[in-house]
């Protein structure tokens, strides 16, 4: 086969993207659109005791104004919501639960005169004081509910980690906090709703077509086959486009109400307040190991935070579970209900939280052992699955050590903290492990190759800014002997084979086993119509001797025998080939543990008069089974630790305690890491060939990269001061403080 996949290919959605030819969800021409804005909380908990519509209605170009008076109640909200947050706050009632909360829509010719009138809604709220802050609602704190969507406990424990603690000579007791986070996509939630009769069409900003038409389709109480999805491209999700949030609903409410296509677009500072966000964490570690370092006992105590109207539960024990091996282990998730919106996932939800309590605490271990921490994680290396009792599918994360290790100089690593010092700046390395689950579901997929010798393959997948586009082409292409360009691919559309949410990294380990599958039917059919033409270079050879290379057939034996795609459909009379397949996860998937691994080493230069910390040196290795574009593998590994970037020195979201009104609900305030703040990052792709995970060997790259970014930077940050700052983000004024 031509070797499309594996090569770093350009997104072949790249021109459209950076000329402007891109169409996103809030930018379809609709003929009669109408514009909607949300009129939201200010307050932090009570209720809307009067609202005074009239100014807004009189207002000019205003066409409904939408509050619970007037609301419709909808049919599915008592239904369980497909996911936590879909079905709340739908305007059903008077209650305030939280700032920010959804109390109204505005609708109006334009955009402008729908802002103005969202200003001139007068109301008066029945005040209460609100629980704003994780910290206030620690004795609320109970067992979840709804864990995992009721898949698994909440908590698990193996052997006897008490036991094993107390008797152990080397111990470790701590806790580590990070703050709420947001997700701030460059792209803005938005959707555009259109009615036709009874059947609803959504220009929707998701990462998942499928589930959202079943949220919609379900709120109404309507067939899901009235409800069609498009979402062609998406300007990032990182988890918070996973869910089909209130706005999407009431934006289809406010459609069938006015008769009219409505868009609505959500401002910047409502991404802070109408699509879920990173649950604050408090996570306390009690690590134990004989002295030779191996560990006797690990135990992982989650306090986070939900709504009050929801249950979400940021899952930051599940990899302490898995990553060493250790015979005496306890989790528990333990989640506190606060006046604010629900949390969900974002990036790598738990693996990233969570690895970075477990990292950091490796790390501490390492230093009170004095023991080199990577050596620490050689010594505690998982051989197999424990918390699964099972092989691994696959695991380099040897490789990855000793790649990461070698591109980053870590043997050359003064053993000292706080040791390396020029002038007034202090420089330090840190290092931590990665993993992430390798998630597939089922998925299917089209692939259609005409007499004019190109292929459309369609799936409903979506490409959330990862490159699906592009190895959807490249699979296609090598599956059926084409060059990329003659591949289409296409996608973003329930009316398309359905596909899972884009969540969870499962998209290329899920949707391109359907593909290729696709692909090798419409390969055989082709072959088999090649042979049994009645004339021509392949007439009467069998199958399994003719290969196909860059839209040609021809006889293995002799290349010279060949005919092109388009000559022998052409000849044997047909339009096209097509075949749709649906892959699931192997029967046997269970038989093995399956994660990607990875390792982080950073360097940081540390200002010891400004507290500034600057990560000035980066190596990720990661080993994530067959990597389809080395290219978009790059830039997503680089985009993973970005994020880590962030969470380890600046991102946090400020709540006032007293209003529980987000007060940095902004780019400006809320600080996500710039070009000025990254340094050159180098990435390491470990070839990984894994026989177990679908027929590809894919795990998925989306969320790995980002697991334990944030605890490499801060073990260098301890590395270089010799403070450990066990509270994220690290900024400047712990660091000063702390001195
Ligand atoms: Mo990802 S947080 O599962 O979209």
Same mark, same amino acid.
């Given at each position: 086969?031509?070797?499309?996949?594996?090569?770093?290919?350009?997104?072949?959605?790249?021109?459209?993207?950076?000329?402007?030819?891109?169409?996103?969800?809030?930018?379809?021409?609709?003929?009669?659109? =109408?514009?909607?804005?949300?009129?939201?909380?200010?307050?932090?908990?009570?209720?809307?005791?009067?609202?005074?519509?009239?100014?807004?209605?009189?207002?000019?170009?205003?066409?409904?104004?939408?509050?619970?008076?007037?609301?419709?109640?909808?049919?599915?909200?008592?239904?369980?919501?497909?996911?936590?947050?879909?079905?709340?706050?739908?305007?059903?009632?008077?209650?305030?639960?939280?700032?920010?909360?959804?109390?109204?829509?505005?609708?109006?010719?334009?955009?402008?005169?729908?802002?103005?009138?969202?200003?001139?809604?007068? /109301?008066?709220?029945?005040?209460?004081?609100?629980?704003?802050?994780?910290?206030?609602?620690?004795?609320?704190?109970?067992?979840?509910?709804?864990?995992?969507?009721?898949?698994?406990?909440?908590?698990?424990?193996?052997?006897?980690?008490?036991?094993? +603690?107390?008797?152990?000579?080397?111990?470790?007791?701590?806790?580590?906090?990070?703050?709420?986070?947001?997700?701030?996509? &460059?792209?803005?939630?938005?959707?555009?709703?259109?009615?036709?009769?009874?059947?609803?069409?959504?220009?929707?900003?998701?990462?998942?077509?499928?589930?959202?038409?079943?949220?919609?389709?379900?709120?109404?109480?309507?067939?899901?086959?009235?409800?069609? /999805?498009?979402?062609?491209?998406?300007?990032?999700?990182?988890?918070?486009?996973?869910?089909?949030?209130?706005?999407?609903?009431?934006?289809?409410? %406010?459609?069938?109400?006015?008769?009219?296509?409505?868009?609505?677009?959500?401002? #910047?500072?409502? &991404?802070?307040?109408?699509?879920?966000?990173?649950?604050?964490?408090?996570?306390?570690?009690?690590?134990?190991?004989?002295?030779?370092?191996?560990?006797?006992?690990?135990?992982?105590?989650?306090?986070?935070?939900?709504?009050? +109207?929801?249950?979400?539960?940021?899952?930051?024990?599940?990899?302490?579970? &898995?990553?060493?091996?250790?015979?005496?282990?306890?989790?528990?998730?333990?989640?506190?209900?606060?006046?604010?919106?629900?949390?969900?996932?974002?990036?790598?939800?738990?693996?990233?939280?969570?690895?970075?309590?477990?990292?950091?605490?490796?790390?501490?271990?390492?230093?009170?052992?004095?023991?080199?921490?990577?050596?620490?994680?050689?010594?505690?290396?998982?051989?197999?699955?424990?918390?699964?009792?099972?092989?691994?599918?696959?695991?380099?994360?040897?490789?990855?050590?000793?790649?990461?290790? =070698?591109?980053?100089?870590?043997?050359?690593?003064?053993?000292?903290?706080?040791?390396?010092?020029?002038?007034?700046?202090?420089?330090?390395?840190?290092?931590?492990?990665?993993?992430?689950?390798?998630?597939?579901?089922?998925?299917?997929?089209?692939?259609?190759?005409?007499?004019?010798?190109? %292929?459309?393959?369609?799936?409903?997948?979506?490409?959330?800014?990862?490159?699906?586009?592009?190895?959807?082409?490249?699979?296609?292409?090598?599956?059926?002997?084409?060059?990329?360009?003659?591949?289409?691919?296409?996608?973003?559309?329930?009316?398309?084979?359905?596909?899972?949410?884009?969540?969870?990294?499962?998209?290329?380990?899920?949707?391109?086993?359907?593909?290729?599958?696709?692909?090798?039917?419409?390969?055989?059919?082709?072959?088999?119509?090649?042979?049994?033409?009645?004339?021509?270079?392949?007439?009467?050879?069998?199958?399994?001797?003719?290969?196909?290379?860059?839209?040609?057939?021809?006889?293995?034996?002799?290349?010279?025998? #060949?005919?092109?795609?388009? =000559?022998?459909?052409?000849?044997?009379?047909?339009?096209?080939?097509?075949?749709?397949?649906?892959?699931?996860?192997?029967?046997?998937?269970?038989?093995?543990? &399956?994660?990607?691994?990875?390792?982080?080493?950073?360097?940081?230069? /540390?200002?010891?008069?400004?507290?500034?910390? #600057?990560?000035?040196?980066?190596?990720?290795?990661?080993?994530?089974?067959?990597?389809?574009?080395?290219?978009?593998?790059?830039?997503?590994?680089?985009?993973?630790?970005?994020?880590?970037?962030?969470?380890?020195?600046?991102?946090?979201?400020?709540?006032?305690?007293?209003?529980?009104?987000?007060?940095?609900?902004?780019?400006?305030?809320?600080?996500?890491?710039?070009?000025?703040?990254?340094?050159?990052?180098?990435?390491?792709?470990?070839?990984?060939?894994?026989?177990?995970?679908?027929?590809?060997?894919?795990?998925?790259?989306?969320?790995?990269?980002?697991?334990?970014?944030? %605890?490499?930077?801060?073990?260098?940050?301890?590395?270089?001061?010799?403070?450990?700052?066990?509270?994220?983000?690290?900024?400047?004024?712990?660091?000063?403080?702390?001195?």
């Amino acid at each position: 086969m031509a070797a499309s996949i594996g090569a770093g290919l350009n997104r072949v959605d790249g021109h459209l993207k950076v000329s402007g030819g891109a169409r996103y969800a809030g930018e379809e021409p609709i003929a009669n659109m =109408a514009h909607a804005v949300l009129i939201q909380s200010t307050i932090g908990k009570g209720r809307v005791a009067e609202i005074d519509t009239g100014a807004a209605e009189r207002a000019p170009g205003v066409l409904l104004v939408l509050t619970a008076r007037n609301a419709p109640k909808l049919p599915g909200t008592k239904a369980n919501p497909r996911r936590p947050g879909e079905a709340y706050p739908l305007l059903q009632d008077d209650t305030v639960d939280y700032n920010g909360q959804h109390i109204g829509l505005v609708v109006a010719e334009t955009f402008e005169q729908a802002t103005h009138a969202a200003r001139l809604v007068a /109301v008066r709220y029945a005040e209460e004081p609100p629980l704003a802050r994780l910290e206030q609602a620690l004795d609320k704190a109970m067992v979840p509910k709804h864990f995992r969507d009721g898949a698994r406990e909440p908590d698990s424990r193996r052997g006897d980690p008490e036991a094993a +603690f107390a008797a152990a000579p080397v111990k470790l007791d701590q806790t580590y906090t990070t703050p709420v986070e947001h997700h701030n996509p &460059m792209e803005p939630h938005a959707v555009t709703a259109a009615w036709d009769g009874g059947k609803l069409t959504l220009y929707h900003s998701t990462q998942g077509v499928f589930p959202s038409r079943k949220t919609v389709a379900g709120l109404f109480g309507i067939p899901v086959d009235d409800v069609h /999805v498009i979402s062609h491209y998406v300007g990032g999700g990182f988890g918070t486009k996973g869910s089909t949030w209130p706005h999407v609903t009431l934006t289809a409410v %406010a459609s069938r109400m006015t008769k009219r296509p409505v868009k609505l677009m959500l401002t #910047r500072r409502q &991404m802070y307040s109408s699509n879920g966000y990173r649950s604050k964490t408090i996570q306390r570690l009690r690590l134990a190991a004989d002295a030779d370092g191996r560990l006797v006992a690990m135990m992982h105590d989650g306090i986070l935070q939900t709504a009050t +109207f929801g249950e979400f539960v940021e899952p930051v024990g599940l990899p302490t579970e &898995m990553m060493y091996a250790c015979p005496n282990v306890a989790v528990t998730h333990r989640v506190a209900p606060i006046n604010a919106g629900l949390p969900t996932f974002m990036r790598a939800p738990g693996e990233a939280t969570g690895m970075y309590a477990l990292e950091s605490a490796m790390d501490e271990l390492a230093a009170q052992l004095a023991v080199d921490p990577l050596e620490l994680r050689l010594r505690n290396y998982a051989e197999r699955d424990e918390h699964g009792d099972r092989p691994w599918s696959s695991k380099s994360l040897k490789a990855c050590y000793e790649r990461g290790a =070698a591109a980053f100089g870590w043997a050359r690593r003064n053993r000292r903290a706080g040791a390396t010092r020029e002038g007034d700046v202090l420089i330090g390395s840190g290092m931590a492990s990665a993993t992430y689950p390798a998630n597939r579901s089922q998925a299917g997929a089209t692939v259609r190759l005409g007499a004019d010798g190109t %292929a459309v393959v369609r799936s409903g997948t979506q490409d959330i800014g990862t490159g699906t586009y592009t190895i959807m082409t490249q699979v296609a292409a090598d599956a059926l002997g084409l060059p990329p360009s003659r591949v289409i691919a296409e996608l973003g559309d329930s009316a398309m084979p359905a596909t899972p949410v884009s969540g969870g990294s499962q998209t290329a380990a899920s949707v391109m086993p359907a593909i290729h599958a696709a692909a090798k039917a419409v390969r055989e059919q082709l072959l088999a119509l090649a042979v049994g033409l009645n004339d021509g270079p392949l007439a009467g050879a069998k199958p399994a001797d003719i290969d196909i290379a860059n839209g040609a057939l021809f006889l293995v034996r002799d290349p010279s025998q #060949r005919e092109d795609i388009g =000559a022998v459909l052409s000849r044997a009379g047909r339009d096209a080939i097509a075949a749709t397949r649906d892959v699931q996860p192997a029967a046997d998937a269970k038989k093995y543990g &399956m994660h990607a691994f990875g390792a982080h080493f950073a360097e940081v230069r /540390v200002d010891t008069a400004l507290g500034e910390v #600057r990560v000035s040196r980066y190596v990720g290795a990661f080993a994530a089974g067959r990597i389809l574009n080395a290219k978009t593998a790059r830039s997503q590994a680089i985009g993973g630790i970005v994020y880590g970037l962030g969470m380890a020195l600046t991102e946090e979201t400020h709540v006032d305690a007293r209003t529980a009104r987000i007060v940095n609900a902004n780019i400006a305030e809320y600080l996500v890491p710039v070009h000025a703040d990254v340094p050159a990052i180098e990435i390491v792709l470990v070839d990984e060939d894994d026989p177990h995970v679908n027929a590809l060997g894919i795990k998925g790259l989306g969320e790995l990269p980002m697991v334990g970014a944030a %605890a490499a930077i801060a073990n260098a940050v301890y590395h270089a001061t010799g403070r450990r700052v066990r509270d994220m983000p690290i900024r400047p004024d712990k660091l000063i403080a702390a001195s």
